[in-house]
């Protein structure tokens, strides 16, 4: 069984200031792990994905996210935040095998504090 | 490549009547989806399909929901008839063959009176 749970439905942060989304996992497989960030009145756009290659994962807009398997995290994080981030962000397990069973997180909203 | 392509992306319309969205996906993707967002429940998967064939309509609501996908390049989502609780953001996103990355569409934002 897979799921996956982010722990703050909600972060603020100033602009310019570091982000960290936190994401927890659970899978019986090794799996392959996303965010998606949904900016107001659009669709989900991928912004980076792990599928068991580098642990550390680089995506758009400077955003990165390390798979710890150990912790089975997989955070999201950017150095440096920016007014056009606010928006909502999920993590997202899946496994190959298995297209229709991929697990969306409940979203964590960032907003970005001027 | 275009992305995943979805009409319309607003619709109002009266209670009772039809509506049918449509989803172009990215070629080459084997895999189709269909999501409905709310602010109540979040995402929800409604259906997917493998190769135009439905794999998994578990969270299709209820019978007066239905979707095909006729060839590879084209799905609808139809609603038959409408309701006010219909109202929701629908999204369609596609596969690519490994099976494990999907791409999502701009959505088609649905409002019933």
């Known amino acids: 069984a897979q799921s996956v749970t982010q722990l703050d439905s909600h972060v603020s942060v100033s602009e310019g200031t570091p982000v960290l989304l936190r994401c927890n996992y659970s899978?019986?497989?090794?799996?392959?792990l996303f965010w998606y960030v949904q900016h107001p009145n659009k669709g989900l756009q991928l912004l980076l994905k792990?599928?068991?290659?580098?642990?550390l994962v680089k995506g758009i807009n400077g955003f990165e996210a390390e798979f710890k398997k150990s912790e089975t995290s997989f955070h999201l994080t950017k150095p440096s935040a920016h007014m056009s981030d606010a928006a909502e962000y999920f993590c997202?397990?899946?496994?190959?095998?298995?297209?229709?069973?991929?697990?969306f997180g409940s979203g964590t909203r960032l907003s970005i504090r001027p | 490549d275009a992305g995943v392509i979805q009409s319309p992306r607003h619709e109002v319309t009266e209670m009772g009547q039809e509506v049918t969205l449509r989803c172009k996906p990215i070629?080459?993707?084997?895999?189709l989806f269909w999501y409905r967002q709310t602010m109540m429940r979040g995402l929800e998967l409604l259906i997917y399909?493998?190769?135009?064939?439905?794999?998994?309509d578990s969270g299709m609501p209820e019978d007066r929901f239905s979707a095909k996908m006729p060839n590879a390049s084209f799905s609808t989502l139809k609603i038959q008839p409408s309701e006010p609780r219909d109202s929701a953001v629908y999204f369609c996103?596609?596969?690519?063959?490994?099976?494990?990355?999907?791409?999502f569409g701009e959505g088609s934002w649905l409002t019933v009176v």
């Open positions: 996103a596609s596969g690519d063959r490994a099976g494990n990355t999907i791409y």
């Open positions: 899978s019986s497989y090794s799996p392959s």
């Open positions: 792990y599928t068991s290659a580098a642990t």
């Open positions: 997202v397990v899946t496994h190959y095998s298995s297209a229709s069973k991929i697990i």
């Open positions: 070629s080459g993707h084997n895999s």
């Open positions: 399909f493998n190769n135009n064939v439905p794999i998994d």
